[in-house]
């Protein structure tokens, strides 16, 4: 089991940015991907980005270009920094991690995005 502990949420403007941090400890080793997703109100959840062992990163249409994914392995911790962002990214922020054996969830970061 991994566990995640997201910290950086919090309430900004349009085009503003914010950093998340994912502080990951545990079974880190055995994690074969590490990721964000998010879930606005009333809304599934869903992927926002995602980076798998072999380095490669995927992002949601929606964030590409705004977003970056990033992670510090002798820290343990993986960041989303985002910017330009829109009301729509309003959402909890969950950091996840994936092993053969489990999913493994954060309690979530609020942002809000709001003039």
């Known amino acids: 089991q991994v566990n995640l502990v997201e910290s950086g949420g919090g309430s900004v403007q349009p085009g503003d940015s914010l950093t998340l941090s994912c502080a990951a400890s545990?079974?880190?080793?055995?994690?074969?991907?590490m990721g964000w997703y998010r879930q606005a109100p009333g809304q599934p959840r869903e992927l926002v980005a995602i980076?798998?062992?072999?380095?490669?990163?995927d992002y949601a249409e929606s964030v590409k270009g705004r977003f970056t994914l990033s992670r510090d392995y002798s820290k343990n911790t993986l960041y989303l920094q985002m910017n330009s962002l829109k009301p729509e990214d309003t959402a909890v922020y969950y950091c996840?991690?994936?092993?053969?054996?489990?999913?493994?969830w954060g309690q979530g970061t609020a942002v809000t995005v709001s003039s």
């Open positions: 996840c991690a994936f092993s053969s054996s489990s999913s493994d």
């Open positions: 545990g079974r880190v080793f055995a994690v074969a991907a």
């Open positions: 980076q798998r062992n072999g380095g490669s990163i």
